[in-house]
Protein backbone atom coordinates (compact mmCIF):
# COMPACT_ATOMS: atom_id res chain seq x y z
CA UNK A 1 0.00 0.00 0.00
CA UNK A 2 1.50 3.24 -0.63
CA UNK A 3 1.53 5.93 2.16
CA UNK A 4 0.51 9.12 0.16
CA UNK A 5 2.62 12.38 0.67
CA UNK A 6 1.06 14.37 3.59
CA UNK A 7 3.89 16.86 3.56
CA UNK A 8 6.71 17.76 0.93
CA UNK A 9 7.68 19.77 -1.60
CA UNK A 10 5.43 20.25 -4.63
CA UNK A 11 8.02 18.08 -6.90
CA UNK A 12 7.64 15.66 -4.32
CA UNK A 13 3.75 14.99 -4.82
CA UNK A 14 4.06 15.65 -8.57
CA UNK A 15 6.67 13.12 -8.87
CA UNK A 16 4.38 10.69 -6.21
CA UNK A 17 1.77 11.16 -9.05
CA UNK A 18 3.74 10.21 -11.99
CA UNK A 19 5.00 7.36 -10.43
CA UNK A 20 1.95 6.06 -9.02
CA UNK A 21 0.68 6.30 -13.02
CA UNK A 22 3.72 4.17 -14.15
CA UNK A 23 0.70 1.32 -13.04
CA UNK A 24 -1.76 2.13 -15.85
CA UNK A 25 -2.09 2.33 -19.54
CA UNK A 26 -0.06 5.25 -21.15
CA UNK A 27 -1.50 8.26 -22.21
CA UNK A 28 -4.98 6.64 -19.51
CA UNK A 29 -3.31 7.46 -16.71
CA UNK A 30 -4.09 9.88 -13.15
CA UNK A 31 -0.89 12.06 -14.37
CA UNK A 32 -2.74 12.24 -17.71
CA UNK A 33 -6.07 13.27 -16.07
CA UNK A 34 -4.34 15.60 -14.11
CA UNK A 35 -2.26 17.19 -17.09
CA UNK A 36 -5.63 17.33 -18.25
CA UNK A 37 -7.44 19.24 -15.34
CA UNK A 38 -4.94 21.68 -15.48
CA UNK A 39 -4.60 22.46 -19.02
CA UNK A 40 -1.07 21.45 -19.56
CA UNK A 41 -2.02 18.65 -22.43
CA UNK A 42 -4.01 21.04 -24.25
CA UNK A 43 -1.41 23.84 -23.94
CA UNK A 44 1.34 21.44 -24.87
CA UNK A 45 -0.35 18.82 -27.30
CA UNK A 46 -3.37 20.86 -28.73
CA UNK A 47 -5.60 17.83 -26.90
CA UNK A 48 -6.45 16.05 -23.53
CA UNK A 49 -5.41 12.57 -22.71
CA UNK A 50 -8.00 10.59 -21.22
CA UNK A 51 -11.54 10.67 -22.46
CA UNK A 52 -13.16 8.82 -19.66
CA UNK A 53 -11.13 9.56 -16.41
CA UNK A 54 -13.15 7.50 -14.00
CA UNK A 55 -11.88 4.31 -15.67
CA UNK A 56 -8.62 5.00 -13.87
CA UNK A 57 -9.43 6.71 -10.85
CA UNK A 58 -10.36 5.25 -7.57
CA UNK A 59 -10.14 6.83 -4.31
CA UNK A 60 -6.53 6.48 -3.36
CA UNK A 61 -6.01 8.32 -7.21
CA UNK A 62 -8.67 11.18 -6.40
CA UNK A 63 -6.71 12.12 -2.98
CA UNK A 64 -3.32 12.13 -5.35
CA UNK A 65 -4.90 13.98 -7.51
CA UNK A 66 -6.72 16.72 -5.17
CA UNK A 67 -2.93 16.69 -3.23
CA UNK A 68 -1.52 17.63 -7.10
CA UNK A 69 -3.82 20.30 -7.27
CA UNK A 70 -3.84 21.98 -3.95
CA UNK A 71 -0.37 23.22 -4.81
CA UNK A 72 -1.87 25.90 -6.78
CA UNK A 73 -2.59 27.22 -4.01
CA UNK A 74 0.94 28.33 -3.07
CA UNK A 75 2.23 27.91 -7.38
CA UNK A 76 1.01 29.51 -10.22
CA UNK A 77 1.08 27.81 -13.22
CA UNK A 78 4.69 28.07 -14.28
CA UNK A 79 6.07 26.69 -11.66
CA UNK A 80 4.25 23.90 -11.99
CA UNK A 81 4.64 23.57 -15.48
CA UNK A 82 8.02 23.81 -14.98
CA UNK A 83 8.51 20.93 -12.60
CA UNK A 84 6.10 18.62 -15.05
CA UNK A 85 8.57 19.16 -17.52
CA UNK A 86 11.65 18.38 -15.23
CA UNK A 87 9.92 15.13 -14.18
CA UNK A 88 8.75 13.74 -17.99
CA UNK A 89 12.14 14.50 -18.83
CA UNK A 90 14.33 13.07 -16.02
CA UNK A 91 11.76 10.02 -17.15
CA UNK A 92 12.82 9.66 -20.80
Known amino acids: MIKLTETGTPKEKLTELYKWSANYDSGKNPF????DLIGYSEEHY???FVKNPSECLGYLEYTMLANC????????????YNIIDEITQEEE
Not at 69 to 80: C, D, P, Q, R, V
Open 69 to 80: LALFENNGYETI
Open 46 to 48: GEN
Open 32 to 35: CVYL
